[in-house]
C-alpha cells in the first residue's frame, strides 16, 4: 500500500505540475464515464461548491463523461425541522415514514438537485436533472428493517438514459430517490446509488467527495493516509477495524462497484480546493484510490 505525498497547489511550481502531468490524463479518459458522488462540506460551503461545478464543467469540455450523484441530508434535516418533523435516525439510517419521504422527495429531487443543475449550467455545462423515477433510471426495494420506513437500496439500473444524456454532452445530476414496481417511493443512500450507476455504466472511476482525507490507518492521524489498495486489502482493513463507522459503508460501496467491472474507486477529501481534479488529473491524487486486484494504471 502507497502511502500519500503532499500535493500543495498552492505554490507556482505545483500548479505547473499540474499542468504538465493533465494532458496524457485526459487523453487516456477521454470518452470515459466518471461518476460522481457529490456530498459533505462540498454541498454546504458555497466557494467549495462553485469549485465543484467549475471543475465537473471542466472534465466534460476536455471530453470525459461525468455523471454527478448526490445526497442532501442536512438539507432534508433543516426542511424537516421547518415543518415540526424531529429528525430520526436508527444504526445511521434515516427512520422515513411516509411523512419524511414526502419531504426527502421534495428537498432532493424539487431543491437540491435543481440548485446543482442551476450553478453547473452557470459555470457553462449543460446539465439535466433526475431522479431514479425518471425513465425507471433506478429500481428501488424496501432495505428490509421496518422500523426504518421508506430506506430502500437499489435492486436494477436502466442505463439507457444515461447513456443518451452523455453521449448527446450533457451532465447528469441524479439525486438518489427511486421507487419500486407499485410506485412507492424509497430514499436510497446516494454513496450506493452512485456505486451502482457506475456500476451499470462500466465507468472508469467511482469518485465519493467526502468530509475525510480518505482511508486512514489511523483515524486521527492524516498523515497515514492509504494512497492506493485494493480489494482484498481494502476488505482486510474492514475486518481489522481500521474502516469503521461511517466509512464502512464508502468502502462498501466501492469494493461492490469494482466487483461489477469499475475500473478504480476514489475516495477524496472534497474539503480540499479542486481535489476533484487533482485526483483525476495528477500523478500523486488527493485522496485513496481502490482497485481491483491485478488494475494497471497502464
Not at 67 to 80: D, R
Not at 99 to 107: D, N, R, W
Not at 122 to 127: I, L, S
Request: hydrophobic share 45%.
Amino acid at each position: 500500500m502507497l502511502k500519500h505525498t503532499d500535493f500543495d497547489l498552492s505554490d507556482e511550481s505545483s500548479r505547473v505540475r499540474v499542468l504538465s502531468e493533465a494532458l496524457p490524463y485526459i487523453q487516456k479518459f477521454a470518452n470515459r464515464t466518471v461518476v460522481v458522488k457529490y456530498g459533505g462540506a462540498a454541498m454546504k460551503d458555497s466557494t467549495l461548491k462553485d469549485q465543484v461545478m467549475r471543475d465537473i464543467v471542466l472534465l466534460s469540455c476536455v471530453g470525459i463523461r461525468p455523471v454527478l450523484v448526490h445526497g442532501g441530508g442536512p438539507e432534508i434535516n433543516l426542511w424537516l425541522e421547518k415543518l415540526g418533523i424531529e429528525p430520526q435516525f436508527k444504526n445511521g439510517l434515516r427512520v422515513t415514514d411516509a411523512a419524511t419521504m414526502e419531504v426527502v422527495e421534495m428537498v432532493l429531487v424539487g431543491r437540491v438537485n435543481k440548485e446543482i443543475v442551476s450553478l453547473i449550467n452557470q459555470a457553462g455545462g449543460a446539465a439535466v436533472g433526475l431522479c431514479g423515477k425518471d425513465a425507471n433510471l433506478i429500481r428501488a426495494r424496501p432495505q428490509g428493517e421496518a422500523e426504518i420506513g421508506f430506506v430502500g437500496e437499489v435492486s436494477g439500473v436502466d442505463t439507457k438514459l444515461l447513456e443518451s444524456l452523455v453521449s448527446g454532452g450533457y451532465i447528469p445530476v441524479v439525486s438518489s430517490v427511486a421507487a419500486d414496481d407499485a410506485g412507492q417511493a424509497y430514499n436510497i443512500n446516494a454513496d450506493t446509488v452512485a456505486g451502482e450507476i457506475a456500476a451499470a455504466l462500466g465507468a472508469e472511476k467511482l469518485i465519493l467527495l467526502t468530509d475525510t482525507a480518505g482511508i486512514l490507518e489511523d483515524y486521527h492521524d492524516p498523515t497515514t493516509l492509504i494512497a492506493k489498495l485494493d480489494i482484498q486489502e481494502a476488505r482486510k482493513l474492514i475486518e481489522q477495524g481500521i474502516v469503521s463507522g461511517g466509512m464502512i459503508p464508502k468502502v462498501s460501496c466501492c469494493v461492490r462497484s469494482l466487483a461489477q467491472g469499475v475500473r478504480a474507486a476514489h475516495i477524496i477529501d472534497g474539503r480540499v480546493p479542486h481535489s476533484l481534479l487533482q485526483e483525476i488529473f495528477t500523478d500523486a491524487g488527493v485522496g485513496s484510490m481502490i482497485m481491483a486486484s491485478g488494475f494497471s494504471l497502464d
